[in-house]
């Protein structure tokens, strides 16, 4: 049992690649970490979408890091069900993001089973600027950086930055 609670410390401290400022503990895509027989370690995530362009750098990052910790036989498996939200995210890691320039995501929007109804339009809601904290901000880009960030301004301090999307 100690061996897995330290493998797992291990796997969850793996800093994200495109957003290095939180863990993938942070970010709550770590589902679990188990130990074979053979003493080898066998970790699930769940990638933030299904296409995360990272998620290969992930699997090999948390291979890299385990067998530093002196586990010889690793295995990373990719779990899409349940898939992963941004209320995964813990407070550490919205924290983190705000810290970063980043506004954090908001409660994720509940949705029934099937398929995702598409709406068009412009988005009504407005984030609070993670520099100044002012409310007086606007999107200038529904795509940031990232697939899963978007863009945005602050009216007050002028400041532009992203925003982690509710999924």
Do not use: N, Q
């Not at 994200?16 to 027989?37: F, N």
């Not at 995501?105 to 068009?120: C, I, K, M, Q, Y």
């Amino acid at each position: 049992m100690r061996r897995r609670a330290s493998a797992w410390e291990v796997a969850r401290e793996v800093p994200d690649p495109e957003l290095p400022m939180l863990t993938l503990g942070d970010l709550g895509i770590l589902r679990h970490v188990e130990e074979t027989v053979t003493g080898g370690v066998i970790v699930a995530i769940t990638p933030t979408y299904s296409g995360c362009p990272a998620l290969e750098a992930i699997r090999d990052d948390v291979g890299t890091a385990l067998r530093a910790a002196g586990y010889a036989d690793v295995e990373v498996r990719t779990l899409l069900s349940p898939p992963w939200t941004t209320d995964w995210i813990g407070e550490t890691g919205r924290r983190k993001l705000a810290e970063a320039g980043i506004a954090p995501p908001g409660a994720a929007p509940a949705r029934a089973a099937g398929p995702v109804p598409l709406t068009l339009g412009p988005p009504r809601r407005r984030l609070r600027c993670p520099r100044c904290g002012s409310d007086a901000t606007e999107e200038l880009s529904r795509f940031g950086s990232t697939a899963c960030k978007s863009l945005w301004r602050c009216g007050d301090c002028r400041e532009p930055f992203e925003h982690v999307k509710e999924i």
